[in-house]
């Protein structure tokens, strides 16, 4: 089946700056840095990446906002509902971008199915947009992003990999690879689809392997039709407004429980919350919440005095609008009939204590702590609110190089601690510019106040040169693993010369 991009570009700053004419510039900031810029700024030279000093002093006229991804989505919600109402199977791939089956026979053809899709978007004031059909979902986004402002541009069956052969290794937008791509000699699709698929999985793994089979012209994903739910939100109106957050819990009680009343009514859960919480007729206060398995009316009520008591608002609350963001069948989340009833209790039990507790000390007082991609230890460690959805900075999956091997440490330092490591001699144990160590460790001590200890063994070193390009960020590292002749192993790390621990194998 072949594939319709929908794509609008720039749709961040779009999003965060509705009333800003077309032709002045703007940008939409994340981390000081410019996240996405419309092209009136790219002109001026503004460009992606840049530090917002820089982006001003390139464009001293540019307006800037900050990046709000719930305002970009519930945005790009318009434009999915416009779509739909030509061809129910959209997949939102994120804000601004859509794909969905190309409706050919139904309009007599792949182009005109693309300009009638067109003309819908053109009608919702989206006036550049930008569509592209291929046989997969990759080269069908990579033709949109070729397209001309409110055109197709229309890849023929059975020749997405010719057309994707002379782009370059940037479309792939995986920062690491390409990177590394690039310092090989592979500037473009072509010459990674050259390479062998044993040999690319080898050395970059599977998320190397994915991005093979992309540059071959051969997408494994799916498109995946969304769900749209239907109209189940909860509106609690309070006429006077009240200041008060627990007074508006108080009043919220009834809504809550009749909106999750609606949801089981239809077979569903609410796994993803959005409360919006209105002052004068003006939604001055919204967030999206998360939760590990779904909300109850109880959940609901806590999500929404939480939010008020973390938020300044500029008067009084009117109302308060519950929206179910993402929903779920419950029989994906319902205890199995033999066998676990005793660990879902208990897992219940815990997090009703665990919502106790942020009752007491505040929503963010409750971590939850995951695994996210990185060579360092404290690097992978991630910590997210309880009842969050985590969001990984860096994937676990794509490759690390210089990252040290499995098992991970069960102890890592929040901070770490200065070691020593010397050699026949006492010589201190270094590493050069190659990787090669200057003598063998022979003793050791994990901290400086400790006896010094014997080595047992040694592995290592797992030499790291870390944002090189940033003089100011910059660190070139080596990793060792270090046992003792007591039996305790610890991962340590020497810089310019200096050891420290950083972890502690149990």
Excluded: K
Aim: glycine content about 10%; aromatic content about 6%; hydrophobic content about 45%.
């Amino acid at each position: 089946m072949r594939t319709l991009v929908v794509w609008c570009p720039d749709w961040p700053v779009r999003a965060a700056l509705p009333d800003l004419p077309r032709d002045e510039p703007g940008a939409v900031l994340e981390g000081g840095q410019v996240l996405a810029c419309n092209h009136a700024a790219r002109v001026e030279g503004v460009r992606r990446g840049m530090r917002r000093r820089d982006a001003q002093a390139r464009c001293p006229e540019l307006h800037l906002a900050d990046h709000r991804p719930d305002v970009e989505a519930r945005s790009f919600e318009e434009v999915l509902l416009g779509v739909e109402e030509l061809s129910p199977a959209v997949t939102p791939l994120r804000p601004g971008l859509c794909a969905l089956p190309v409706p050919a026979r139904f309009y007599g053809g792949e182009e005109q199915a693309a300009a009638v899709v067109a003309e819908r978007v053109v009608s919702l004031a989206v006036w550049d947009v930008r569509l592209g059909v291929a046989d997969t979902l990759f080269a069908a986004e990579q033709a949109a992003r070729r397209a001309a402002p409110q055109d197709v541009h229309v890849v023929e069956p059975g020749t997405d990999a010719a057309f994707l052969a002379p782009l370059p290794v940037e479309v792939l937008e995986s920062p690491d690879v390409v990177s590394l791509l690039r310092r090989m000699g592979l500037t473009t699709l072509a010459h990674l689809a050259a390479l062998r698929p044993s040999d690319v999985h080898t050395r970059f793994g599977a998320h190397g392997g994915l991005l093979h089979r992309l540059a071959s012209g051969q997408d494994p994903r799916l498109l995946a039709r969304r769900d749209v739910p239907p109209e189940l939100s909860g509106v609690l109106a309070l006429e006077p407004p009240v200041s008060s957050s627990e007074t508006v819990a108080f009043s919220l009680r009834s809504v809550a429980e009749r909106f999750v009343a609606r949801l089981a009514e239809r077979g569903v859960v609410c796994t993803a919350l959005g409360i919006e919480v209105e002052v004068d007729g003006v939604v001055a206060s919204t967030r999206r919440w998360a939760h590990p398995r779904w909300f109850g009316a109880v959940d609901v009520v806590n999500r929404v005095r939480w939010q008020l008591q973390g938020t300044v608002l500029p008067g009084p609350v009117g109302g308060v609008r519950l929206v179910p963001e993402t929903v779920a069948p419950v029989g994906e989340h319902a205890p199995v009939l033999f066998g676990a009833g005793t660990r879902a209790a208990d897992d219940e039990r815990v997090e009703r204590g665990i919502a106790r507790v942020q009752g007491l000390v505040g929503h963010d007082g409750v971590l939850a702590a995951q695994v996210q991609g990185g060579r360092a230890p404290a690097a992978r460690r991630l910590l997210t609110t309880w009842g969050e959805q985590a969001q990984p900075a860096r994937a676990v999956g794509a490759p690390w190089p210089g990252s040290v091997p499995p098992p991970a440490p069960a102890t890592v330092y929040a901070a770490p601690r200065p070691a020593q490591v010397v050699g026949p001699g006492d010589r201190v144990v270094g590493v050069d510019g190659r990787g090669a160590i200057s003598c063998e460790p022979v003793r050791f001590r994990a901290t400086g106040d400790e006896q010094w200890r014997p080595v047992a063994s040694w592995a290592g070193p797992w030499p790291v040169d870390e944002l090189w390009w940033d003089e100011a960020a910059a660190r070139r590292v080596a990793r060792f693993q270090v046992v003792g002749v007591d039996g305790t192993a610890w991962l340590m790390v020497v810089e310019n010369g200096t050891w420290w621990t950083e972890a502690r194998y149990d």
